[in-house]
């Protein structure tokens, strides 16, 4: 009897120790998830200018994002490094010491990669995120040449960029080093040249390393955004921009921005512009019909000849 009753003894502890150590890994188990679920809860709208931000990137020319400038001249100069004024560290920055506290652009940008969104903000009193001013969908850079999260200063402004990939970007301004704002890619300077495949892939990555726009939000950049704005790249989910129109499939549409009224005899604004296209189409189908029956070639094969040839390019 004293034999079993030890051996009892001893199972019970046993059995004693397995539920302690069991306790133990439960409770430490649901820390780390509490943990989890109050960094997923914080608002995104709290991150400010005088917050602690992700570690600042630094952009040489040696990188060579492939939206850059790609004949090495123009009106840029020399490029300039992204402003290194915030690295992540145990220390947080506060407004007092923060600085763009006395930026006195009007507007702070926030790129918000997860999101493939440009959030404009208006500056708030004391120097950071106020009121939501604009929301614009957004393509950043693809896996293999992305984006560098960071903190910048907005730079110079061009009508018209040459990129890399023998392409151009419209209404673009300098993020910092060879990141720009810009259109998405056209195969000349010439707004009836657009890459129609790459203007489809905005909300999503895309680009090389700049931050694409419709040519309507980033002219709204161009025209309202001072020098020296701050801008914050963020490896974040943020609030979404409001989608751009779609381009129509008419074949009249073909190389345009549905976006871009200033285009001259832009289809998707100007109904006289968009007949004559028409009958143009038409004339050359009939034409070609004419000289050649046997290899005749339709309005819509013709329509996206321009597309076609666009699809060796990349910017």
């Known amino acids: 009897m004293n034999t079993m009753s030890a051996m009892n003894t001893k199972a019970a502890f046993k059995i004693e120790k397995i539920a302690g150590c069991a306790l133990i890994l439960l409770i430490a188990l649901l820390a780390c998830n509490a943990a989890a679920i109050k960094m997923l809860e914080a608002p995104y709208e709290a991150l400010s200018m005088g917050a602690a931000t992700p570690t600042d990137i630094s952009v040489s020319q040696s990188d060579q994002p492939m939206d850059s400038d790609a004949s090495g001249t123009g009106d840029a100069g020399s490029t300039s490094a992204p402003a290194a004024v915030l690295t992540s560290s145990a220390t947080e920055t506060t407004e007092a010491d923060h600085p763009y506290k006395d930026n006195d652009s009007p507007y702070r940008i926030v790129v918000y990669l997860k999101s493939q969104s440009v959030i404009v903000y208006k500056t708030a009193a004391d120097g950071g995120l106020g009121k939501i001013a604009k929301q614009f969908t957004c393509s950043s850079g693809i896996s293999y040449s992305p984006t560098p999260p960071g903190e910048y200063l907005s730079g110079e ?19 910092g080093g060879n990141y720009l704002f810009h259109s998405t890619p056209f195969l000349q300077q010439d707004p009836s040249t657009l890459k129609n495949d790459e203007y489809d892939k905005l909300g999503r990555a895309a680009s ?86 046997a290899t005749s070639t339709a309005p819509e094969a013709t329509a996206t000849s321009q597309s076609a040839a666009a699809e060796g390019s990349a910017d």
């Open 157 to 175: 402004k061009y009508r018209w960029r040459k990129l890399q990939g023998d392409v151009y970007g419209q209404f673009c301004t300098r993020i």
């Open 208 to 293: 090389m390393g700049c931050i694409r726009m419709c040519v309507r939000d980033c002219k709204w950049v161009y025209d309202n955004i001072p020098k020296k704005t701050p801008v914050s790249i963020v490896d974040e989910k943020g609030p979404y921009g409001f989608k751009p129109p779609k381009r129509k499939s008419d074949p009249v549409y073909n190389g345009w921005d549905p976006t871009d009224k200033w285009a001259g005899g832009n289809p998707y604004f100007d109904s006289n512009a968009a007949q004559q296209i028409r009958d143009s189409l038409t004339s050359a189908a009939t034409t070609t019909t004419t000289a050649a029956p």
